[in-house]
């Protein structure tokens, strides 16, 4: 059974940094490609990609809106793949998912909610 767990998500000010983790189980870890997602709060936002990273952690993509102020990295030895963020800005608010497609299904973890306000 894939699970995704995200943690690590809080309020911050902005200038300030966070770093979320996920911990993914039920599948070959270092197999697989692994997405950051974030879903705003104001009606109609949809489901943005953040970053994402290759099984093997040699090969990242971000968007536009966060290169530079974030990284993306994976330690396949222990399932889990780090976005540090930092430069946050109040459009960074939002809940933040980890995603892998297995088998031709997209699995999502719960979420973390990631406030930026002063």
């Known amino acids: 059974q894939v699970q995704l767990v995200e943690s690590g998500g809080g309020l911050v000010r902005p200038g300030g940094s966070l770093k979320l983790s996920c911990t993914a189980a039920?599948?070959?870890?270092?197999?697989?490609?692994i997405s950051w997602y974030r879903q705003g709060q104001a009606p109609g936002q949809q489901r943005e990609l953040v970053a994402d990273i290759n099984g093997g952690g040699t090969f990242t993509k971000y968007a536009d809106s966060v290169k530079g102020r974030f990284t993306i990295s994976r330690d396949n030895a222990k399932n889990t793949v780090t976005l540090h963020m930092s430069g946050l800005k109040p459009e960074d608010t939002a809940v933040y998912y980890c995603?892998?497609?297995?088998?031709?299904?997209?699995?999502w973890g719960q979420g973390t909610q990631v406030t930026v306000s002063s």
């Open positions: 995603n892998v497609r297995y088998q031709g299904y997209d699995y």
């Open positions: 039920g599948f070959f870890f270092s197999s697989y490609p």
